[in-house]
């Protein structure tokens, strides 16, 4: 009588949320991003990534967590439910993406161009930031995989025209 044992094996992989912006975005706002010695600012976009998750979680989740009676420390905030980050978040990290560019080449050089632009992106970033935030975010708040109406942010207001 023979036996056989079979084994098997879990594979687990991770995936990643892709960044909210990629070089080919950058080349959108200035051209000549890419000639500038360096082959790829993957490392600012993840950077810029954690930034702006950060800065949306203290300036925006959190008073909407508690609009909805959610407790943001039981329910934090969770980037891979904002379903369509293309739409909301791109500008937002082309800005800060182009801020830590701008500051890594200022370390190494001599002119203040580099700074002054690193300067000009992050006010670019902090108004961005503001609209987004004021707008409120469309996002999954019951994890369905789909933004369903009152979890859509882009409001209409209900305006009454009356004559005096």
Do not use: C
Request: a negative charge.
């Amino acid at each position: 009588m023979s036996t056989t044992t079979t084994t098997s094996t879990t594979t687990s992989t991770t995936t990643t949320q892709p960044f909210y912006s990629g070089d080919s975005d950058l080349t959108k706002v200035r051209p000549n991003i890419m000639d500038l010695g360096v082959g790829s600012w993957n490392d600012q976009h993840e950077a810029a990534q954690d930034y702006i998750n950060r800065d949306l979680d203290t300036g925006w989740y959190r008073s909407a967590a508690n609009r909805r009676n959610i407790d943001f420390h039981v329910a934090p905030f969770a980037p891979s439910y904002i379903l369509d980050v293309s739409s909301q978040l791109k500008d937002l990290s082309i800005y800060k993406v182009l801020e830590l560019v701008y500051e890594y080449l200022a370390k190494d050089s001599t002119q203040d161009e580099f700074m002054d632009l690193s300067k000009l992106y992050a006010k670019k970033y902090e108004v961005e930031l503001k609209r987004v935030v004021s707008r409120g975010i469309d996002y999954d708040w019951d994890g369905t995989g789909l933004i369903e109406t009152d979890e859509r942010y882009s409001q209409k207001f209900n305006r009454r025209l009356t004559r005096a």
